[in-house]
């Protein structure tokens, strides 16, 4: 689960003093009144949750960002087993950082998840899992759960129940209009074929979806990290690196341990503001 980046990053951490989201604590950015906690009583309540393990309805599966080599997602699945079940076994983090077209790496992902989490007798879905999807982790985690998908033979469904997904491109990336190197970066462009389909598949798609973005995210844009209609659970973010530091930020990551322990979570969704 831990690799030794992640080992060596966590142990400068405690030898520093300093908490594994400490970077977090210097944000900028208007304070949300939806989702404003102190420092300090997400640290209680982080020491409460630690002290207090609960068994987990279902296995949940991280899925990493886009060409991100799995530190950042495997750090979060760490810290969210800690606050949850206190298993890291419940978690399974997947990276994918060779990959650049979505819809390849979705069915052999699907075709892996079924594999490990086995099928789902009654249908042609994975059993039931619940996602955490890292920026692009959770496009892919709306395009595997898709039910009017159509799928190459063999491919099953990721049957999802929960999926929580961290400043993903539900509208686009900003930085995909820029960059774009392969198919994966210019589907995630904003209006694309792409992103209208997988919009279009929603509509019958019965998965609960919690959005969570940050502001000062100029890889993506706050405000496209929920879909079209909805909006995130939002935090401040750093100056810089605030689409990568969002992992860090402790009130989401308990929030979403919250939310998979089935106790009321911290944040609610709210409008982005103009600052």
């Known amino acids: 689960m831990t690799g030794p980046f992640q080992k060596l990053r966590l142990a400068a951490c405690h030898i520093l003093g300093r908490p594994i989201a400490w970077p977090c604590r210097f944000t900028f950015g208007p304070e ?9 009583a997400l640290k209680a309540k982080a020491l409460e949750l630690s002290a207090n393990p609960r068994p987990l309805a279902r296995p949940v599966l991280v899925f990493s960002g886009y060409r991100v080599p799995g530190i950042f997602g495997g750090q979060l699945a760490t810290n969210l087993a800690r606050l949850t079940s206190g298993r890291t076994e419940d978690f399974r983090m997947f990276a994918y950082p060779f990959d650049g077209d979505i819809e390849p790496l979705v069915n052999r992902l699907a075709r892996q998840v079924g594999r490990e989490f086995g099928l789902d007798a009654s249908d042609d879905s994975t059993n039931a899992v619940d996602v955490v999807g890292i920026s692009m982790g959770g496009i892919i985690g709306r395009l595997a759960a898709a039910r009017a998908r159509t799928r190459p033979p ?11 997904t961290i400043a993903t491109p539900h509208r686009g990336a900003r930085l995909a209009l820029k960059i774009h190197i392969d198919r994966a970066a210019t589907d995630m462009q904003p209006n694309s074929p792409f992103l209208a389909k997988l919009d279009d598949y929603a509509k ?3 998965y609960t979806l919690i959005p969570y973005a940050t502001l000062n995210d100029i890889t993506v844009g ?4 929920s879909p079209h209609g909805a ?3 939002w935090v401040r973010g750093t100056r810089r690196f605030a689409h990568t530091t969002i992992t860090m930020h402790p009130a989401i990551a308990l929030d979403i341990a919250l939310r998979l322990r089935g106790e009321s979570p911290l944040g609610s969704p709210s409008q982005i503001p103009q600052h």
């Open 204 to 206: 019958s798609d019965d």
């Open 222 to 225: 706050a405000t496209n990290c």
């Open 154 to 164: 063999g491919v099953p469904r990721i049957n999802i129940r929960n999926l929580f």
């Open 231 to 233: 909006h995130p659970i």
């Open 32 to 40: 949300n009144p939806a989702f404003n906690h102190a420092s300090e």
